[in-house]
């Protein structure tokens, strides 16, 4: 850990993750100069379907539409 550098809290819940990276940025904990790239070769990916609504304009082919 780098100098002067915060500790990052231990957490209860992910929720209280999800709040504490909400309002805080990773560079007041962590020193991205000596981070290292991870590769995770037996790493399977997780599919899963979902719904994505996007404004017509922001849809690719969305010309086609009123023709």
Do not use: C
């Not at 915060?6 to 990276?21: A, D, G, L, N, T």
């Not at 904990?29 to 599919?47: C, G, H, I, M, Q």
């Amino acid at each position: 850990m780098g100098v002067g550098k915060k500790r990052i809290p231990k957490f209860q819940s992910e929720e209280q993750v999800r709040y504490f990276w909400a309002g805080n940025h990773s560079t007041e904990f962590l020193d991205w100069t000596s981070a290292r790239e991870v590769k995770f070769p037996n790493l399977k990916p997780t599919l899963r379907t979902i719904s994505l609504r996007l404004p017509v304009s922001m849809n690719r082919g969305s010309q086609d539409l009123g023709k």
